[in-house]
């Protein structure tokens, strides 16, 4: 019976509101995670409790209101359970320590982070310019063998939770943890790294002249972005065409389709390989 279904037959409801409710939520250690239309919001409560009824290993249940700037910090409401939104994850035999309304997990990278781990060559540096957590760089670090993953990220609080889980996972000694704008270390990290990696999504272009600094010879570069699938040329064309002005010639290898960002919408890796002159 899926979740819509085992909501719909545990509330009372009209029918307008009963084919309101979600189809899909999102767990996080044990915080449940859910969207909900306008038109529920009145029954917020009922639903959690109800959730929760359904989900006894679910501690508590969060609304998701909003994600905010660019340190992507969401916004969430506790509507059942109780008030602790930190929580461990665990995944790929990792695990992860967050806190949900501080911080993003995507359960719909997971494949892209499965990816990153047979990708990586070892003895490769890697730099992971918007680290979070930990998402790619956790993973690399204990299953890829790299040399060296200098991971990058803007957010105090993100920056806090990677030192954890560096250290949950022992991988404190692999890890280089840098706090501050990626474009601020392109100079210190100039000529570094065997394969970046670009997990931000709303106009990577603006930091792949800073990548492609940091970037050596022969350098793989993982860039997410989102995008309308009927853009992906556009945006292949401004990939190469940044690379032309820092330099660069950019071969785009592969263009993958990471999950559906948004209606019409999508969140894209591309692949890149860079040669400079």
């Not at 997990?105 to 930990?134: C, P, Y």
């Not at 105090?156 to 404190?172: F, G, H, S």
């Amino acid at each position: 019976m899926s979740f819509y279904t085992k909501l719909k037959s545990n509330l009372k409801l009209n029918e307008k509101e009963s084919n309101a409710l979600p189809h899909g939520y999102q767990i996080i250690g044990k915080v449940l995670l859910i969207k909900l239309k306008p038109a529920l919001l009145k029954h917020k409560k009922v639903i959690g409790e109800t959730i929760l009824d359904l989900f006894p290993y679910v501690h508590a249940v969060c609304l998701i209101k909003e994600i905010k700037n660019v340190e992507r910090k969401p916004k969430v409401e506790i509507i059942a359970g109780c008030k602790n939104t930190q929580t461990l994850h665990k995944e790929q035999g990792s695990q992860f320590l967050i806190d949900v309304s501080k911080l993003m997990w995507s359960q719909g990278n997971k494949e892209e982070r499965v990816r990153m781990i047979k990708l990586v060559k070892h003895n490769e540096t890697i730099v992971d310019m918007f680290a979070g957590i930990g998402y790619f760089s956790i993973f690399i670090a204990k299953y890829s063998n790299p040399k060296k993953i200098y991971a990058i990220d803007i957010n105090p609080e993100a920056i806090e939770y990677l030192r954890k889980n560096a250290w949950l996972n022992d991988v404190e000694n692999k890890i280089e943890i840098l706090q501050g704008d990626c474009k601020r270390f392109a100079r210190p990290l100039e000529n570094t790294a065997n394969r970046i990696i670009m997990g931000y999504l709303f106009e990577t272009e603006k930091f792949l002249p800073s990548a492609l600094r940091i970037a050596k010879n022969n350098c793989v570069i993982h860039f997410h972005r989102t995008v309308k699938i009927e853009e992906i040329e556009k945006i292949k064309k401004k990939i190469v065409d940044i690379g032309k002005k820092n330099d660069c010639q950019i071969k785009i290898s592969k263009v993958i389709k990471v999950k559906s960002y948004a209606p019409k919408i999508w969140h894209v890796v591309f692949d890149l390989k860079v040669k400079k002159r």
